[in-house]
Nanobody
């Protein structure tokens, strides 16, 4: 069983930056794609960014140009670099292990979720 632990959340002013980390136990982490999701209060969970096993990335329209995603295979860790943060980015951010098809569509796997990390963007 792979366990995921997110970290790096916090309070930041609009325009600021944060880097979230998703650390996984177990070497099988590297055979999965990884997705970062977020869920704001009263909102549905939203897929923010994905990274395939080979490092190909996709981003939601709301974060394109502001967020980047990367992975360190040696450390079994995926990072979400968030720049130019806006109040509407406020949410709990979760990482997930999943699969990605040849068109870049991400499919989450049940049971492979972290506990989440809170990001609050406010002045």
């Amino acid at each position: 069983q792979v366990q995921l632990v997110e970290s790096g959340g916090g309070l930041v002013q609009p325009g600021g930056s944060l880097r979230l980390s998703c650390a996984a136990s177990g070497s099988i982490f590297n055979i999965y794609a990884v997705g970062w999701y977020r869920q704001g209060t009263g909102k549905q969970r939203e897929l923010v960014a994905t990274i395939s096993r080979s490092g190909a990335t996709t981003f939601g329209d709301s974060v394109k140009g502001r967020f980047t995603i990367s992975r360190d295979y040696a450390k079994n860790t995926v990072y979400l670099q968030m720049n130019s943060l806006k109040p509407e980015d406020t949410a709990v951010y979760y990482c997930n292990l999943g699969d990605m098809d040849s068109r870049g569509t991400y499919y989450s796997r049940n049971g492979y979720w972290g506990q989440g990390t809170q990001v609050t963007v406010s002045s």
